[in-house]
């Protein structure tokens, strides 16, 4: 018999399981503040629970726990990154970074990633399975407890693609937001998404609001199909309307990510090209300088090239920004700290 997650269950399926199996109703609660306020990893640390219902709940469920591989800290802003490992010995990567506003945490969603974009470190390495809500909640307690801090904003944008994994993801939102538990906001969420289209309108269609970030990275079909496999299943067309479905129904504009990457899309014929389709519409552009990754043969946009893309998009009327680089001494985006460790152990 296969354990289930405890930490994914919300409150209602807690008091559930526990009174089909004869214990009191108000023990759910109990058990569910150790679990996402406490954030104990063991059965045994719920001091005021009997033991005959621990024994039992051993029994039937585990505690995910995420535990720190690799920690490292960037001289540079203090940026942390996290290498994860679960106790099936799959990695995944989180980093948490240090805003005037609080501390935001990019977590990931699944062990490896489907999408094989080609400028990304994580798709090299493959997929292996999805992460459990648990799981996900799990990467934010263990940076809390080792930090002594309190994470204010998520970001679904580390490994994996999000909605490739709907229902864990949905279910981790709502329980990241519930008061009893991380008691996030849910406009302080972000799901970052490569674009699957059916996904978008069925994450329109549950109005959480949340908000939506698109991984656009260039302004027509021919070069995103060249870096994003997706879009040959997924058209920019199909893309941009459940965008305008989401921010339509949910209230909540659109963030659009751009890699900028040297001489493939950072033209200003690309900006001019980007603004065309999105333009009168309620969203942000928010321009990354690639990431260096071994093998992709890509290089970051020049300053000037930064410059010009952001002003030709406000010629339109559309807000964009160059995003400020983070950790860049510890190769802070997702996939390459995974990436070397697996290397080092012969896994890849």
Not at 64 to 84: C, G, M, W
Not at 106 to 130: D, E, H, L, P
Not at 212 to 222: C, G, I, M, T, Y
Not at 318 to 343: E, F, M, P
Request: hydrophobic share 35%; charged share 20%; aromatic share 8%.
């Amino acid at each position: 018999m296969s354990l289930t997650d405890i930490k994914s269950l919300n409150i209602s399926e807690l008091t559930e399981l526990l009174t089909s199996r004869g214990h009191q109703r108000f023990r759910a609660d109990q058990i569910y503040s150790w679990l996402h306020q406490k954030c104990v990893t063991s059965f045994s640390e719920m001091t005021n629970i009997p033991k005959k219902l621990l024994s039992d709940l051993e029994s039937i469920c585990y505690i995910s726990v995420a535990n720190i591989e690799k920690k490292l800290v960037s001289s540079y802003d203090n940026t942390i990154k996290y290498l994860f490992v679960f106790p099936d010995g799959e990695y995944v990567e989180a980093v948490v970074m240090d805003y005037r506003h609080g501390y935001s945490m990019c977590i990931s969603t699944q062990v490896g990633c489907k999408m094989g974009c080609t400028f990304c470190a994580t798709g090299k390495g493959g997929f292996t399975r999805n992460l459990t809500a648990g799981e996900m909640l799990s990467q934010i307690h263990t940076a809390q407890k080792d930090l002594g801090i309190r994470i204010s904003n998520v970001v679904l944008m580390g490994m994996g693609e999000p909605l490739d994994n709907f229902q864990n993801v949905v279910r981790f939102i709502r329980l990241a937001t519930d008061e009893k538990g991380l008691n996030l906001s849910a406009r302080h969420i972000t799901l970052s998404t490569c674009g699957l289209v059916p996904k978008i309108y069925e994450l329109a269609d549950l109005n959480i609001p949340i908000t939506l970030s698109l991984s656009l990275h260039a302004p027509n079909d021919e070069i995103r199909s060249k870096t994003m496999p997706v879009n040959k299943k997924y058209p920019l067309a199909e893309v941009f309307k459940a965008c305008r479905y989401y921010a339509d129904t949910t209230g909540r504009r659109i963030t659009y990510e751009y890699a900028m990457i040297s001489g493939v899309n950072d033209s200003d014929d690309c900006a001019r090209q980007l603004a065309q389709h999105i333009r009168g519409t309620l969203c942000h552009v928010n321009l990354i300088p690639v990431n260096p990754v071994e093998g992709t043969g890509y290089n970051p946009s020049k300053d000037k090239r930064l410059t010009s893309f952001v002003s030709v998009l406000s010629g339109y009327n559309i807000n964009a920004t160059v995003r400020r680089t983070l950790g860049s001494d510890i190769n802070a985006s997702c996939g390459q700290l995974r990436g070397k460790n697996l290397k080092n152990k012969g896994g890849v």
